[in-house]
């Protein structure tokens, strides 16, 4: 859809130029004369950018701008006055103008604003829109995305989350294994009891044990209490056992009789006690190499993987990054009280493009940097890190011999946002800067499909 400019001055000739010359641009233009007809159109249409003069009979420049604020909040407003003074260009400023420039004006520099303003209302209303389809992806589960595998996990695990079975979660370091574990428990009918969660690969044999199975008092040295085990006390809930191949052999055989027993036997002690509890656990290692290796006992691995859900890296679900760069923005955003919105072009353009080794960790905490990093309400290419920042720019392969065209390196570059992001055309337009539409008609043009007239 083309950008809409509504321009106001009571200066004819001004108005007839800035009118031809914008019209010529490609822009929708509507044109007045009079501050109220204005206020009025600002009534009944949409715009995407106000060109208005300061000095009017009756309804000025700045009754324009304070009634463009009111009624479209998100349009620009640019102040083309012959009346220029710093203190005039301070309130206009100080009232929310975008930009302030003064006649007599050099054509390429409205030209330069207006496609800068443009540039502006564009990002908000597809960062806008982004921030509602985060909201609508999912709600209220901790777990974002638009990845057609992901959502068939979270289908399998809503579908398996009331049986009670063992659930082996796998995937890189950084795919979101927990919030799988926390998926599966709050849609389990355990939901009302404890939800505990251990690191297996954070503790010597000595202190998992302990930490897993409690102790008796007086079983050793400083044991001046009896300590229930997170076994025990995650009775009648969930108990996540992240990295459990980090196990040693001898935990590995205590773990299967607690899962064979429904029963855990503290240290020191010579009563077992009853626990009722379901065990999931994850790894981010190869469990049937594990296996095959002998490093992880093949009966535990089978009473553990009744199900398995296997989470794919970030790499190969591109087209989740614009969603939850945004679900981050807006977390980062309020924790740390900072009016930062949104996420530049090129800043999205970058994060797809990047493997992301570290995965949705890694991207969270680029977007928390960059929240911090922020000094106006987007976050842009300097607020990254420098490693990422180098990574900013364009391969220009020739052609034949020959440096590509335009439309040759436009096309090409669609090609590799769309194979970036599995051909998610939403993903892939808010890439590249524009909407569905025109990516529709640049992909029609690109198949021959486009008008011959």
Same mark, same amino acid.
């Given at each position: 859809?083309?950008?809409?400019?509504?321009?106001?001055?009571?200066?004819?000739?001004?108005?007839?130029?800035?009118?031809?010359?914008?019209?010529?641009?490609?822009?929708?233009?509507?044109?007045?004369?009079?501050?109220?007809?204005?206020?009025?159109?600002?009534?009944?249409?949409?715009?995407?950018?106000?060109?208005?003069?300061?000095?009017?009979?009756? #309804?000025?420049?700045?009754?324009? $701008?304070?009634?463009? +604020?009111?009624?479209? &909040?998100?349009?620009?407003?640019?102040? @083309? =006055? /012959?009346?220029?003074?710093?203190?005039?260009?301070?309130?206009?400023?100080?009232?929310?103008?975008?930009?302030?420039?003064?006649?007599?004006?050099?054509?390429?520099?409205?030209?330069?604003?207006?496609?800068?303003?443009?540039?502006?209302?564009?990002?908000?209303?597809?960062?806008?829109?982004?921030?509602?389809?985060?909201?609508?992806?999912?709600?209220?589960?901790?777990?974002?995305?638009?990845? #057609?595998?992901?959502?068939?996990? $979270?289908?399998?695990? +809503?579908?398996?989350? &009331?049986?009670?079975?063992?659930?082996? @979660? =796998? /995937?890189?370091?950084?795919?979101?294994?927990?919030?799988?574990?926390?998926?599966?428990?709050?849609?389990?009918?355990?939901?009302?009891?404890?939800?505990?969660?251990?690191?297996?690969?954070?503790?010597?044999?000595?202190?998992?044990?302990?930490?897993?199975?409690?102790?008796?008092?007086?079983?050793?040295?400083?044991?001046?209490?009896?300590?229930?085990?997170?076994?025990?006390?995650?009775?009648?809930?969930?108990?996540?056992?992240?990295?459990?191949?980090?196990?040693?052999?001898?935990?590995?055989?205590?773990?299967?009789?607690?899962?064979?027993?429904?029963?855990?036997?503290?240290?020191?002690?010579?009563?077992?006690?009853?626990?009722?509890?379901?065990?999931?656990?994850?790894?981010?290692?190869?469990?049937?190499?594990?296996?095959?290796?002998?490093?992880?006992?093949?009966?535990?691995?089978?009473?553990?993987?009744?199900?398995?859900?296997?989470?794919?890296?970030?790499?190969?679900?591109?087209?989740?990054?614009?969603?939850?760069?945004?679900?981050?923005?807006?977390?980062?955003?309020?924790?740390?009280?900072?009016?930062?919105?949104?996420?530049?072009?090129?800043?999205?353009?970058?994060?797809?493009?990047?493997?992301?080794?570290?995965?949705?960790?890694?991207?969270?905490?680029?977007?928390?940097?960059?929240?911090?990093?922020?000094?106006?309400?987007?976050?842009?290419?300097?607020?990254?890190?420098?490693?990422?920042?180098?990574?900013?720019?364009?391969?220009?392969?020739?052609?034949?011999?020959?440096?590509?065209?335009?439309?040759?390196?436009?096309?090409?570059?669609?090609?590799?946002?769309?194979?970036?992001?599995?051909?998610?055309?939403?993903?892939?337009?808010?890439?590249?800067?524009?909407?569905?539409?025109?990516?529709?008609?640049?992909?029609?043009?690109?198949?021959?499909?486009?008008?011959?007239?």
């Amino acid at each position: 859809m083309e950008a809409s400019l509504l321009i106001v001055d009571d200066e004819e000739i001004a108005l007839r130029n800035l009118q031809h010359v914008m019209g010529k641009e490609g822009y929708r233009v509507t044109a007045t004369q009079s501050g109220a007809t204005a206020v009025s159109l600002l009534e009944s249409q949409r715009f995407d950018v106000v060109l208005t003069d300061l000095r009017m009979e009756g #309804v000025d420049g700045m009754d324009v $701008l304070k009634k463009s +604020r009111e009624l479209q &909040p998100e349009a620009e407003v640019i102040f @083309i =006055t /012959g009346y220029a003074t710093a203190e005039s260009a301070v309130q206009a400023l100080k009232h929310g103008a975008f930009y302030y420039i003064a006649k007599p004006f050099r054509l390429d520099e409205v030209r330069k604003v207006v496609a800068e303003a443009l540039e502006k209302v564009r990002l908000r209303r597809e960062n806008d829109e982004l921030r509602r389809e985060v909201a609508g992806y999912r709600e209220g589960e901790g777990i974002v995305t638009q990845d #057609v595998e992901v959502q068939r996990l $979270l289908d399998m695990a +809503r579908q398996i989350a &009331p049986t009670d079975c063992s659930v082996l @979660i =796998t /995937g890189e370091s950084g795919t979101g294994k927990e919030l799988f574990a926390k998926y599966l428990h709050k849609h389990s009918t355990r939901a009302a009891g404890p939800y505990v969660a251990i690191n297996c690969g954070a503790f010597s044999e000595q202190l998992l044990a302990n930490e897993l199975f409690g102790h008796e008092k007086g079983a050793f040295t400083g044991a001046a209490t009896l300590k229930k085990g997170l076994i025990e006390v995650s009775s009648g809930g969930t108990l996540f056992l992240d990295e459990v191949t980090e196990m040693t052999p001898s935990m590995q055989v205590k773990l299967l009789r607690v899962l064979q027993e429904k029963e855990v036997l503290r240290v020191g002690g010579t009563r077992p006690v009853k626990c009722d509890v379901r065990v999931l656990a994850a790894t981010n290692r190869d469990v049937n190499e594990a296996v095959k290796n002998g490093s992880f006992r093949e009966d535990l691995y089978f009473r553990l993987n009744v199900v398995n859900l296997h989470i794919p890296p970030l790499s190969q679900r591109k087209g989740d990054i614009p969603l939850l760069a945004q679900h981050f923005l807006l977390k980062y955003a309020g924790r740390m009280k900072k009016p930062v919105t949104r996420i530049s072009s090129e800043v999205m353009a970058l994060l797809v493009d990047y493997p992301f080794p570290g995965n949705v960790r890694e991207l969270e905490n680029l977007i928390e940097r960059g929240t911090a990093m922020a000094q106006g309400d987007t976050i842009e290419a300097t607020h990254l890190p420098e490693t990422l920042q180098k990574r900013v720019g364009f391969d220009f392969r020739k052609v034949g011999g020959r440096l590509p065209t335009l439309d040759e390196q436009e096309q090409t570059y669609i090609s590799r946002v769309l194979d970036e992001v599995q051909g998610n055309q939403t993903a892939a337009a808010q890439i590249l800067g524009i909407n569905r539409a025109s990516l529709w008609r640049k992909l029609k043009a690109r198949r021959g499909e486009g008008s011959s007239q």
